[in-house]
């Protein structure tokens, strides 16, 4: 059971345009959402998250955006760059939780590929 | 400084060996992590241990276990090795239960 779900595997754009990554999530006890950037061969890193109050979180190119009552979040990237490439993975955290062993549910990624 | 590493980064072996994968981190979280890539590309985790409690995801074989030696170390043993342990197993470090920072990976072939 896919409690966060990221139904692109892949998803090219062109360099300069602006980048959409998707996610939708099933399960509303979520209440922080967070954006992973994974290059071939290395480990997740974090590249920004947002909290259930808020609707929109902003760091330099990379906006969320967090539509509670549609469960879903998306990324947005603008300009897009080449560096940009890698696999973007969606995670959901539930914080009343404290965390614990399922504390942070990942979707299965969106290729992103930008292309010159 | 790596913040999280691992070793081995590659590691191929016959089915029935035990291995393990080593992870540190210098960070001075308390909690770490294994997680586990399959070959659908899910990230599930396996694992998460603080200084006090270690929860184990329940579907999670037996064959698999962490030991930590100290707070900065979370190893993982897997015993009996099978062929569908092959995947990309990944360390992570948070405090408490933030974000977390993962290591590089180990990417496990069981022949």
């Known amino acids: 059971d896919q409690q966060v779900k990221q139904n692109s595997p892949s998803l090219s754009v062109q360099e300069g345009r602006i980048s959409i990554l998707n996610c939708d999530y099933t399960n509303s006890m979520f209440d922080y959402f967070l954006w992973y950037k994974k290059y071939p061969a290395e480990g997740p890193t974090f590249l920004i998250s947002?909290?259930?109050?808020?609707d929109k979180n902003e760091d330099g190119r990379f906006t969320v955006f967090l539509n509670k009552s549609a469960k879903h979040l998306s990324l947005h990237i603008v300009p897009s760059q080449p560096g940009d490439s890698a696999v973007y993975f969606c995670?959901?955290?539930?914080?009343?939780?404290?965390?614990?062993?399922?504390?942070?549910?990942f979707g299965k990624g969106t290729h992103l590929i930008i292309q010159p | 400084d790596t913040a999280v590493s691992q070793t081995p980064k590659y590691l191929v072996t016959q089915m029935g060996n035990d291995k393990s994968i080593k992870c540190e981190q210098n960070l001075g979280h308390d909690t770490m992590y294994w997680y586990k890539q399959d070959s659908k590309k899910f990230l599930k985790i396996m694992f998460s241990y603080n200084n006090k409690e270690l929860i184990i995801n329940e579907t999670v074989p037996n064959r698999f276990s962490p030991k930590s030696p100290d707070k900065a170390h979370l190893n993982l043993h897997i015993n009996s090795l099978e062929l569908g342990d092959s995947a990309v197993y990944f360390c992570?470090?948070?405090?408490?239960?933030?974000?977390?920072?993962f290591g590089p990976g180990t990417r496990l072939t069981v022949l």
């Open positions: 992570a470090s948070s405090r408490a239960s933030g974000r977390r920072f």
């Open positions: 995670a959901a955290l539930k914080t009343a939780s404290g965390g614990g062993a399922d504390g942070l549910t």
């Open positions: 947002i909290s259930s109050i808020k």
